[in-house]
Every structure is written in C-alpha cells, then in structure tokens.
C-alpha cells in the first residue's frame, strides 16, 4: 500500500520521517491511539482533522508558540457581496463588514468602523485589530 499520500508526496517530508527513524507504516501505528480515540468519541474525518488541529494548537501553546489565528472569511454573495464576516475558529467569534462604497468594493468593519478595507484585506484586519485569541 502506498502511503505517500498521508505526507502529500512530498518527498522532503519522507526523508526526515525516515532520518527519526520512523515509516509511513510506523506513523500509523503512532497515530492508532489518536484515530481510535476520535472513532470512541463519534468524529467523522472532517471533526477528527478538526480535533487535531485543536490539540496541535494546545501543544504550541505548551511550548510558548502563538497559534496562527484559524480565520473564515464568508460573503454572502459571490459576485457582489454587500457583507462580509471573517470566523475565528480557535475564539468561535465573528466579525462582520458591511459594503461602504459600491463602486471601489470597500467594506467598513462593524466593531471598529474602519473602512476603505478591500475583501482581501478582511481577515488581515481581524487579524492584526481584533486578535483575542
Ligand atoms: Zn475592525
């Protein structure tokens, strides 16, 4: 069976799995405690990656790494939104835009009121204005 797949056949990633000492086939005896807890507690695939990333977050946090902040951003139209919100995974909090100027598609954030923020720039905003996690 080929495995590779689990690493995103990256071939870098192979070799430092094999320089510990360790196999894709060894990696999934490692994992088998985690994946069968998740199977105990009744996730699907989606809710066991979501499990991991929680505990990996627990884990940097051990060790004095600020988490990324895990942020959504949601439109409510795709061709000409007139809101906008960015989820924080990690908070569970949303922040929302609504459309300020039409013509230069800009948006003003709903907390603050700053504006001029083009769609791209909405999950930068949250991240760097309204960060609590
Ligand atoms: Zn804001």
């Given at each position: 069976?080929?495995?590779?797949y689990?690493?995103?056949?990256?071939?870098?990633?192979?070799?430092?799995l094999?320089?510990?000492?360790?196999?894709?086939?060894?990696?999934?005896?490692?994992?088998?405690d985690?994946l069968?807890?998740?199977?105990?507690?009744?996730?699907?695939?989606?809710?066991?990656?979501?499990?991991?990333?929680?505990?990996?977050?627990?884990?940097d946090?051990?060790?004095?790494?600020?988490?990324?902040?895990?942020?959504?951003?949601?439109?409510?139209?795709k061709?000409?939104?007139?809101?906008?919100?960015?989820e924080?995974?990690v908070?569970?909090?949303?922040?929302?835009?609504?459309?300020?100027?039409?013509?230069?598609?800009?948006?003003?954030?709903?907390v603050?009121?700053?504006?001029?923020?083009?769609?791209?720039?909405?999950k930068?905003?949250?991240?760097?204005?309204?960060?609590?996690?």
């Open positions: 069976m080929d495995l590779s689990i690493i995103d056949q990256d071939i870098e990633k192979l070799s430092k094999e320089e510990l000492g360790c196999d894709l086939d060894a990696l999934l005896l490692i994992a088998k985690s069968s807890l998740c199977d105990e507690l009744g996730l699907n695939s989606k809710q066991s990656a979501e499990f991991l990333v929680r505990l990996k977050r627990v884990y946090q051990n060790q004095g790494i600020m988490p990324e902040p895990d942020l959504i951003l949601y439109e409510n139209s061709n000409q939104a007139s809101r906008l919100s960015v924080n995974k908070t569970g909090n949303t922040i929302f835009f609504r459309l300020e100027n039409p013509q230069k598609e800009t948006f003003i954030c709903d603050c009121n700053e504006g001029g923020l083009i769609k791209t720039q909405a930068t905003h949250v991240s760097e204005k309204h960060n609590t996690s």
